[in-house]
């Protein structure tokens, strides 16, 4: 079996980093990812794709990356149910990060040093 996923895209909103009640670090983004194929009007479509980093990989990506950044992530698919705030079972899709390739730079700021 086998379960392996590619993406490339660019982030919606910066990382946002938490930690679990085991101390362990986590960050959440969105990927935003085109389509290959143009839509009955002529555009393309985008998937916005929640990913998961955990530990030293979660921290690179919330001291590196922001809103925009485009990135390749290479990971495996993971569903999970949780129960809403209605009681309603759901089902959430995430890819849980192995590898995050920074594929542009960053832009500068004024506080930065050169």
């Known amino acids: ?45 985008t998937d916005f794709v929640d990913v998961i980093a955990w530990e030293k990989l979660a921290e690179n990506c919330v001291k590196y990356l922001g809103k925009g950044r485009l990135v390749s992530v ?12 209605q009681g309603i079972r759901r089902k959430a899709a995430e890819v849980v990060a192995e590898k995050v390739k920074f594929l542009d730079k960053a832009k500068e700021s004024n506080n930065e040093h050169k």
């Open 1 to 45: 079996m086998m379960n392996e996923v590619w993406l490339i895209g660019r982030l919606t909103k910066d990382p946002e980093e938490r930690q679990t009640p085991g101390g362990k670090t986590v960050t959440k983004m969105t990927l935003a990812v085109d389509r290959d194929y143009e839509n009955s009007e002529g555009e393309r479509e």
């Open 74 to 85: 290479r990971g495996r698919l993971q569903i999970r149910s949780y129960d809403d705030s």
